[in-house]
């Protein structure tokens, strides 16, 4: 595509320079504009997925695709409506469901883009990468760090669906991915209760192994993340009668890796929330983007004052700057995930509480 070229008209000494300009692949800065903005400005548009449409299309999906056809993984790609049809939630996150059927497996690959796996219901599967044997049950956080091999296994008789979270439209953007398939699948290999990443790291709060063997530097050593410590830590907040959480109605933690606190990886940051009935977290707004998997209860999330109702399994995307409260009408569990390391590194990350208020525009259900 050519430059674009300026023009003057009236003056030809200037409409030459333009000319000039465009044949060398300049722009004039003094004819530009947007280019600086009072608050960022987004493509990407606040948007809810229905956790039962969801469920529904993956199991017609299980019924009529195999695992195989046209790649790996049988994945349905979230796509936000104001991203032009690209199969990507948020200008840096990619978000999908993944259905793995009774029986199947997922072969192995691996690739630069980071992954994580939220199980939104379902056990029995099992989740394998560099080796190590992670089981998946239902609130369960799974990593699948940037070039780690993974693969999926179902060896029981009901189906898995997950929440899948990768940075892929960051490193795209980056231009840095790379993919490459493995190779035999490790049908055999022995799923213990707990993985070697759990056995070594996930003792205890400051229990780390004193053997030597450095930890990996670039993400969490802890691959696995079992919902009964994420829902028991939850559950201590809350009943902290001194702290915010018991005051507020709302719990909020930080996955972290275990060996120096750090987020889980470095593209991408993990939390679960819990609110009450009656919480009082304002609604607050925030730089880079963010999406949510509501893993239990209903009430309604507000995305800059819109009210989206939310049930189990709903997914919704959250643009940069865009106001966020949510209102439980019974407890509800939010996992969220998040930008934020880059921004922080970067030091572009801020945030502020804001007025919310419930407009009276019905939430959108597609905007192409």
């Given at each position: 595509m ?50 039962k ?7 017609r ?10 790649g ?11 991203l032009?049809?690209s ?7 990619w ?27 379902g ?47 960051l490193?795209?953007?980056?231009e ?32 780390l ?63 679960m ?6 919480h ?18 209903s ?21 940069s ?15 969220t995930?998040s ?30």
């Amino acid at each position: 595509m050519a430059t674009r070229r300026f023009h003057s008209p009236g003056d030809a000494d200037l409409a030459g320079l333009y000319r000039d300009l465009a044949a060398k692949d300049l722009q004039p800065l003094w004819e530009l504009s947007g280019l600086l903005t009072p608050t960022p400005r987004t493509k990407a548009v606040p948007y809810r997925w229905s956790g039962k449409e969801l469920r529904e299309l993956g199991q017609r999906a299980g019924d009529l695709v195999p695992v195989g056809r046209g790649g790996d993984r049988r994945v349905l790609s979230l796509s936000n409506p104001g991203l032009n049809g690209s199969p990507y939630a948020t200008a840096t996150l990619w978000g999908a469901v993944q259905y793995l059927g009774p029986g199947e497996t997922a072969p192995a690959h691996r690739h630069t883009p980071a992954a994580l796996r939220f199980v939104l219901d379902g056990a029995g599967v099992w989740t394998l990468v560099n080796g190590d044997p992670l089981s998946m049950e239902a609130g369960d956080l799974i990593l699948t760090p940037s070039w780690t091999w993974h693969e999926h296994h179902n060896p029981g008789s009901t189906p898995m669906t997950w929440f899948d979270a990768l940075d892929l439209p960051l490193v795209e953007a980056l231009e840095s991915v790379f993919f490459e398939p493995g190779h035999e699948s490790a049908a055999a290999t022995e799923v213990r209760t707990r993985s070697l990443s759990e056995r070594r790291y996930g003792g205890g709060p400051g229990l780390l192994p004193n053997d030597g063997a450095p930890a990996p530097a670039a993400h969490s050593p802890l691959l696995r993340y079992p919902w009964h410590a994420t829902d028991r830590a939850l559950d201590l907040q809350l009943a902290d009668a001194q702290g915010n959480a018991a005051r507020t109605g709302h719990a909020c933690l930080r996955f972290a890796d275990p060996t120096n606190g750090r987020d889980v990886m470095p593209t991408m940051r993990c939390q679960m929330h819990r609110y009450l009935p009656g919480h009082t977290a304002p609604a607050m707004r925030r730089t880079g983007s963010s999406l949510a998997a509501v893993f239990r209860g209903s009430g309604a999330v507000l995305l800059n004052g819109v009210r989206y109702d939310v049930a189990p399994g709903d997914l919704v995307a959250v643009p940069s700057w865009t106001s966020v409260a949510v209102i439980a009408e019974e407890s509800v569990d939010l996992f969220t995930v998040s930008d934020a390391p880059v921004l922080e590194a970067l030091a572009l990350y801020r945030e502020e509480a804001v007025p919310d208020r419930v407009t009276s525009e019905p939430a959108p259900t597609r905007r192409y």
